[in-house]
């Protein structure tokens, strides 16, 4: 179904609702409604078409007296996005809450109750997310008179969480501080002995303030702040930025960008999942392969280097393309150094996988279930474990990807062992990916110059990073400067799936379960 | 004077070998792991380290948090004592045997448990929990295993069977003994801590059994839990080496000469015990929680079919 003939299904049902509606960008159709209509029009496009809700968030447009809301859902058979979008009255502050339907909404809300403090009527739980109690209750940081440079005063709060009542339920509280050398998180287990009833995550340790440090900065610069959301994730979030940047400039790159673009995406691919296989094994204690994989995680980042002097894969992009060539001259290397890691590879999983006491540990660990993966956007890896074959990389095609051929690895048990096996299938695919890339690299430029940005514009960069789908859109002013940046990435969605999967599990379980989801605190906490 | 020599020479080498495991362990590990690893004798200089540090004692703590690291380390060297690394020397007493020996652990392991819940932290609690659960479930293995020894040698004093058991034609070779080898094998990786029951190198508090325990030590007291952990692995290994492959019967000279021998082919008896530790240690995967129960019963089985075996097949 195109887009075309979604806006004519949704008029036809809605035509009373709808303001006014609009196609940008080739595949974003916008549709204006009432604040009151939302609930309903909602539920259709989420429950009735099976269009998932990828991004929820408020714009402050109160210099024409109201607050805009986007809800974006995706429609994944033909590639499009459905924003509805709504006023929000700057007096009354208040929108109505659509997660008893919308499950995956109720993280957004909350997140748009912290940050700018507009009220969702009827949500279940709105308990604070971004902000912790610590922060005064009147102080909303992406509201546009909020001063960057503010530092609220600490208020004295004590955290609430979940209370379980019965006979030998106790609360394990874990963290922020953690043994290793890990980001901060405080983790509630409700457990009677050692299964867990309920585990709660209080996030957000690490709030920097991304989205309203890019507001009235230049494109340039928001730039190098797209690269540094998340230390492992830096090409797939650049590159969100840097396509929505470039829909907005009305551009196209060129076709050796293209290439090089996804070359990068999958070594960043191939590499955070070396990461994650060696942590899996390293928290059952299975010293020998999890050296094997970190050792190729090594080889990863030794590729990275040799490519662009940069283990973290720090300003290859650039706006309209790639900042040079990279690869013309280091083609034959890299094909012995993809050809050296395939085979590694190939003899460590053969002899993992004949390891029954490590299956016994991974079968049936933390089983995320279809529909709780489905009902909360669970994406990347967590997902295609559990059946649902979403990649952004087929579904909102971008770079080469789209005349590449590559498969899409999916298993449907939903536990450890499958987001596993979802992840050492990527890796084969991120080689085969990488080897076509340096085989059928066209020649041309390296990128295209961008002129100053329209005001007024805005535009949805969607990737594919190893976590999963990244959703950025970004929105200019007047003078052609970021208005707002909106930053969703994966973690955003597979926190809460995470903590669906532990419960049943017993606590030695945790760590296990938690590294094969890999989650980024940082990407999480913008 | 025989009898403190006995004493002397067994607190030495019992303080100076039983750390030298650790550090072999950790060697063979990472060398299966393509790193250069520790050096064989990074645990001594961590003692070293700790000892010279401050403690740092949490507030909510009683006197058995402070009391703890002595009553472990104590129990583990009189239980120490009463296996004898060399039967070269008479031993101090002859009323000490396997059964206080085991039960002298159990009493360091109850203070280590009261100690892990004193400080009323999160992993501490769940510490004692687990290591209840494990340790209640390896006991019967330990006891079936070394009385059916005991009833062949005709004693439960460890010196009197090690004494037998030099008369004994390769005793591994044997069904009863080599049933109680491999369960005493079990029951040293699960009283020790080691891998597939627990794992010693995790970060991972929510997965850690011993460890858990000594989260809250710092300094000397960490000092002395980590020296008598050491020692109470060293002692199953010693019964291991000396039950099972005794070798005093190949030295045939007399005097110091023989002590200072046999002390030599103890210790590489226990580097090579050591080995196949981390063998084990580096083919199988952590146990999940629940499975521990199993290995358990494994250790049982294998320890009931050899004391049946007694009373079959005989010697």
């Not at chain 2, 540090?53 to 004592?81: E, G, H, Q, R």
């Not at chain 2, 030295?251 to 050591?274: H, N, R």
Request: hydrophobic share 45%; aromatic share 10%; with cysteine.
């Amino acid at each position: 179904m195109s887009l075309r003939d979604l806006n004519a299904k949704i008029e036809a049902g809605f035509l009373k609702f709808i303001k006014n509606s609009k196609i940008l960008n080739g595949n974003e159709l916008y549709i204006e409604i009432n604040q009151d209509n939302i609930p309903e029009l909602g539920v259709y496009l989420n429950i009735d078409l099976g269009c998932s809700l990828v991004s929820l968030f408020a714009t402050d447009e109160r210099e024409f007296n109201h607050y805009r809301l986007y809800y974006s859902f995706a429609e994944r058979q033909s590639g499009s996005l459905i924003i509805l979008t709504s006023v929000v009255d700057q007096n009354s502050s208040t929108f109505m809450s659509i997660s008893t339907t919308v499950h995956a909404a109720a993280r957004y809300e909350q997140e748009i109750h912290d940050l700018f403090g507009l009220i969702p009527i009827g949500h279940p739980n709105l308990k604070r997310l971004v902000l912790h109690g610590n922060w005064p209750e009147d102080n909303f940081p992406l509201r546009k008179d909020f001063p960057l440079s503010h530092k609220p005063q600490t208020v004295d709060c004590i955290s609430e969480f979940t209370k379980i009542k019965g006979e030998g339920v106790f609360e394990i509280p874990v963290g922020p501080v953690h043994a290793g050398i890990i980001e901060p998180g405080h983790f509630r287990f409700s457990v009677a002995g050692e299964p867990i009833f309920n585990l709660e995550a209080q996030l957000y340790f690490v709030h920097k303030g991304i989205e309203k440090l890019c507001e009235g900065n230049n494109p340039e610069k928001c730039y190098y702040i797209s690269e540094r959301i998340s230390g492992d994730e830096t090409i797939a979030n650049s590159l969100a930025y840097c396509q929505a940047i470039e829909k907005i400039a009305g551009i196209n790159i060129p076709e050796k960008a293209e290439y090089i673009r996804v070359l990068f995406a999958e070594l960043e691919r191939m590499t955070s999942h070396f990461g994650d296989l060696a942590g899996i094994c390293i928290d059952v204690a299975y010293g020998f392969a999890g050296s094997q994989f970190n050792m190729l995680r090594a080889w990863s980042y030794g590729m990275a280097t040799q490519l662009c002097g940069m283990r973290f894969l720090r300003s290859v992009n650039r706006l309209g393309g790639v900042r040079k060539d990279f690869i013309s001259g280091k083609e034959k290397s890299l094909l012995e150094q993809l050809n050296k890691i395939q085979k590694e590879l190939e003899d460590t999983v053969d002899i993992i996988i004949n390891s029954s006491m490590f299956n016994d540990r991974i079968e049936n660990t933390g089983i995320l279930d279809t529909k709780i993966a489905f009902d909360l956007n669970a994406v990347g890896p967590a997902a295609r474990a559990s059946g649902i074959a979403n990649d952004m990389r087929k579904q909102f095609p971008y770079a080469a990807y789209p005349k590449l051929k590559f498969k899409v690895p999916v298993y449907t048990d939903g536990d450890v062992n499958s987001r596993m096996k979802v992840k050492i299938k990527e890796v084969f695919e991120s080689i085969n990916l990488m080897r076509q890339v340096i085989e059928n690299m066209p020649a041309g430029k390296d990128f295209e110059r961008l002129g100053p940005l329209h005001p007024h514009k805005e535009a949805f960069g969607i990737t594919e990073s190893p976590r999963g789908e990244n959703v950025h859109w970004v929105m200019t002013d007047n003078n052609g400067n970021i208005f707002r940046y909106k930053i969703r990435t994966p973690s955003f969605c597979n926190w809460p799936a995470l903590c669906y999967a532990v419960a049943g599990n017993i606590v030695p379980d945790f760590p296990l379960i938690n590294k094969s989801f890999n989650l980024s605190y940082a990407g999480n906490d913008l | 004077m025989i009898n403190i020599t006995y004493l002397i020479v067994q607190i030495i080498v019992v303080i100076a070998i039983a750390p030298l495991v650790n550090g072999i362990i950790k060697k063979i590990k990472a060398l299966s792991q393509k790193r250069k690893g520790a050096p064989i004798l990074q645990l001594y200089y961590d003692l070293y380290k700790l000892l010279k540090k401050d403690t740092v004692v949490s507030d909510t703590t009683s006197w058995i948090f402070k009391a703890a690291p002595y009553i472990v380390f104590t129990s583990s060297l009189v239980a120490a004592m009463l296996v004898p690394v060399t039967t070269m020397l008479d031993p101090i007493w002859l009323a000490g045997d396997l059964i206080l020996m085991v039960y002298l652990l159990a009493l360091g392991r109850f203070f280590m448990m009261l100690a892990g819940l004193d400080a009323a932290s999160t992993f501490g609690g769940m510490g004692a929990s687990r290591e209840a659960m494990i340790s209640s479930l390896i006991e019967p293995s330990i006891l079936v295993s070394l009385i059916t020894v005991g009833l062949t040698a005709g004693s439960t004093s460890s010196y009197q069977i090690m004494e037998y058991m030099k008369y004994v034609d390769t005793p591994l070779i044997r069904p009863v003994y080599f049933m109680a080898f491999i369960a005493l094998f079990i029951v040293t990786i699960a009283e020790t801590a080691r891998i597939p029951v627990d794992d010693p190198s995790t970060h991972l508090e929510l997965t850690m059994v011993h460890e858990a325990m000594l989260l809250e030590y710092s300094g000397r007291g960490l000092a002395l839990m980590e020296l008598g952990a050491s020692i109470k692995q060293l002692t199953f290994i010693t019964l291991l080496a000396n039950i099972f492959i005794p070798h005093d019967q190949l030295i045939l000279i007399s005097g110091v000469g023989a002590v200072v021998l046999s002390v030599l082919i103890y210790v590489i008896k226990i580097v090579f015990i050591s080995i196949l530790i981390a063998v084990a240690e580096v083919s199988t995967v952590k146990l999940r929680l629940f499975s521990i129960p199993n290995i358990a019963a494994l250790a049982f089985i294998l320890s009931f079919i050899g004391f049946m075996q007694y009373f079959v097949l005989g010697r």
